[in-house]
């Protein structure tokens, strides 16, 4: 477990032992309401060696990376990054992951990513709800999303699909 710490130690712009815990991260993030511990919280949990906290935790998979809270951040450590470094291990460990319903949107934006070269809206909200076995709960919204064309029909356009296809298969990417 503790390979996360080392992971951690190597990247620019972590730096545990700098935490003073001063909570200004937390105070501006937006999402905090809905995370089961705040952002400074989890810097304390590493710190301290609290792994399974930290790693069982569904606040990384809440945070949208937004960076609000690095900017706030008076010594400048990228939460986000520790948050998506905590992500790839529990994937990678085969741990169990605190919000599965997350995570599979994510896989749905980026099999949309690889399959059209940017995100077809429509078809990773049906892929989604598919998947969830949920059709119907966000029809309304949806309904109104596609009359305000936000949702289209037909994928975007895009030029390099060749190349793009080329990086998916570099990183082994799996759906
Ligand atoms: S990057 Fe994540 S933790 Fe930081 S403010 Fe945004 S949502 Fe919150
Ligand atoms: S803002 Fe930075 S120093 Fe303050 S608690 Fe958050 S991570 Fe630690």
């Known amino acids: 477990?503790?390979?996360?710490?080392d992971k951690l130690n190597?990247?620019?712009?972590?730096n545990l032992s700098l935490c003073m815990q001063c909570i200004s991260c937390t105070n501006g993030c937006p999402f905090v309401h809905i995370m089961e511990h705040p952002p400074h919280q989890i810097i304390r949990f590493?710190?301290?060696g609290f792994?399974?906290?930290a790693l069982s935790s569904n606040t990384p998979w809440i945070c949208v990376g937004c960076n609000t809270c690095s900017y706030n951040c008076p010594m400048a450590i990228d939460i986000s990054l520790i948050?998506?470094?905590?992500?790839e291990h529990v994937i990678k460990n085969k741990l169990p992951i605190p919000e599965p319903s997350i995570f599979?949107?994510?896989k749905q934006v980026l099999n949309s990513i690889k399959k059209y070269g940017r995100v077809h809206k429509l078809e990773v909200m049906f892929n989604f709800k598919l998947k969830s076995k949920d059709l119907f709960s966000d029809i309304t919204i949806g309904l109104k999303m596609f009359l305000k064309k936000k949702l289209h029909l037909?994928?975007?356009?895009?030029?390099?699909?060749?190349?793009?296809?080329?990086?998916?298969?570099?990183i082994k990417y799996e759906k």
């Open 104 to 106: 599979e949107f994510h």
């Open 51 to 53: 792994m399974d906290k």
């Open 1 to 5: 477990m503790n390979n996360i710490i």
């Open 83 to 87: 948050f998506d470094v905590i992500k």
């Open 10 to 14: 190597n990247l620019d712009h972590i």
């Open 154 to 170: 037909r994928p975007p356009n895009f030029d390099s699909i060749k190349q793009l296809k080329e990086i998916f298969e570099s």
């Open 46 to 48: 590493l710190q301290l």
